[in-house]
């Protein structure tokens, strides 16, 4: 007959441990890895990432200070989208994890009836979060009954409220941590939705529910889908995009009322615009290609920087001191503006191969557990 060996003392170990293996080497010798995130937090992102494997896991962990990247809505045919996040200290592409929508849900991009112009897919970024609010169906219906909202510091998607009245070709935009809607279609036109004002507050814990605010006194807003700017307080939005003749509002979050926009704003309104931390306002004329920021106490636009590369600018973001375009004429690459620098430094990224950019955001880099 023959009897198992009876393992020793050692084999016991390395049976129950199987996956045993060293522990990580401490972030900076002789100090706790708290008081090391501390000092290193003081470091710029790019030197943490080339000097040691333990200082790249650190960048990337949940518990670090983030840096930011760009988030890109990006499409390889008429009826697709993707999501993707670029690193700036890797230089990286990286697809954001699946969303919980159905596979046959598609947002179209292009219609056989309108082939000259993209259908609009309206996202925003709120609250450090990137949310995709509304598209179009190929029978041209509202495509997103709930919202969709990706958070970088827990990879992930989840649904938002579901909207009232879903919608498409509204304005939409970002205020002190709350989403506003404003105006749009519905499945049919509707004076009462187009007119019609919802805001939801992202902070509640249990995810909170779109609330009505001050309406619009009609539904001239319904003819585009635009930005509606958070800036100081207000919500800046105008009723159509591009350099047409336009009409603009600016609503007020204190005192729950709407007023005309004054006339130094919507005069230099010529392309896209957005706000750096909700402070700074900037737009690119599509026409000449020149940046421009918004001074209030002049009511005037001043030029920052002018180049041919941004002329046919359609969307744009802005975060960390840059400032980030998409151009009608090169859709497989984001202009980037450092707005900081003196003079103001411009630089192109190229998209991934055969994707074309349908709209960009700034928001803090993903997060990935520290092993």
């Given at each position: 007959m023959v009897t198992a060996a009876t393992p020793t003392p050692k084999r016991s170990k390395l049976a129950l441990h199987p996956h045993h293996h060293r522990p990580s080497p401490p972030l900076l010798p002789g100090?706790?890895?708290?008081?090391?995130?501390?000092?290193?937090?003081?470091?710029?992102?790019?030197?943490?990432?080339?000097?040691?494997?333990?200082?790249?896991?650190?960048?990337?962990?949940?518990?670090?200070?983030?840096?930011?990247?760009?988030?890109?809505?990006?499409?390889?045919?008429?009826?697709s989208i993707d999501f993707f996040n670029f690193d700036p200290i890797s230089s990286k592409w990286t697809s954001l994890p699946p969303h919980p929508n159905p596979p046959s849900l598609?947002?179209?991009?292009?219609?056989?009836?309108?082939?000259?112009?993209?259908?609009?897919?309206?996202?925003?970024?709120?609250?450090?979060?990137?949310?995709?609010?509304?598209?179009?169906?190929?029978?041209?219906?509202?495509a997103l009954p709930r919202p969709l909202l990706f958070s970088p510091l827990s990879n992930s998607w989840r649904f938002a409220p579901p909207l009232p009245?879903?919608?498409?070709?509204?304005?939409?935009?970002?205020?002190?941590g709350s989403v506003y809607v404003a105006s749009g279609i519905g499945s049919f036109f509707s004076t009462d939705v187009a007119r019609s004002v919802e805001r939801w507050d992202l902070k509640p814990i249990d995810g909170g529910a779109w609330e009505k605010v001050s309406g619009l006194k009609d539904g001239r807003f319904s003819r585009d889908a635009t930005d509606a700017v958070?800036?100081?307080?207000?919500?800046?939005?105008?009723?159509?995009?591009?350099?047409?003749?336009?009409?603009?509002?600016?609503y007020d979050l204190e005192r729950d009322e709407w007023e005309e926009m004054s006339e130094g704003m919507i005069g230099g309104w010529r392309g896209p615009v957005a706000t750096m931390e909700e402070e700074e306002m900037y737009v690119v004329d599509e026409v000449t290609g020149s940046l421009r920021r918004y001074d209030p106490e002049r009511?005037?636009?001043?030029?920052?920087?002018?180049?041919?590369?941004?002329?046919?600018?359609?969307?744009?973001?802005?975060?960390g001191g840059r400032v980030c375009v998409v151009c009608s004429g090169s859709r497989r690459e984001i202009v980037v503006v450092d707005v900081v620098a003196s003079?103001?430094?411009?630089?192109?990224?190229?998209?991934?191969?055969?994707?074309?950019?349908?709209?960009?955001?700034?928001?803090?880099?993903?997060s990935t557990p520290r092993s």
């Open positions: 100090l706790p890895d708290d008081v090391a995130q501390l000092c290193l937090s003081h470091l710029p992102p790019s030197l943490l990432f080339s000097v040691c494997r333990s200082w790249r896991r650190l960048l990337y962990s949940p518990s670090f200070p983030p840096f930011f990247s760009l988030y890109a809505l990006l499409s390889s045919s008429p009826d598609q947002l179209l991009i292009h219609h056989p009836s309108f082939l000259s112009r993209h259908l609009p897919v309206q996202s925003l970024a709120v609250s450090g979060h990137l949310l995709l609010l509304a598209a179009t169906t190929h029978n041209l219906l509202p009245t879903p919608r498409r070709w509204c304005a939409a935009g970002s205020l002190r958070g800036w100081r307080g207000k919500l800046c939005m105008v009723n159509v995009k591009g350099d047409a003749r336009k009409e603009g509002l600016v009511d005037f636009w001043e030029e920052v920087t002018e180049s041919n590369r941004l002329k046919g600018a359609v969307q744009m973001a802005a975060g003079p103001p430094r411009l630089w192109v990224e190229a998209t991934p191969p055969g994707m074309e950019v349908v709209a960009v955001h700034v928001l803090p880099r993903m």
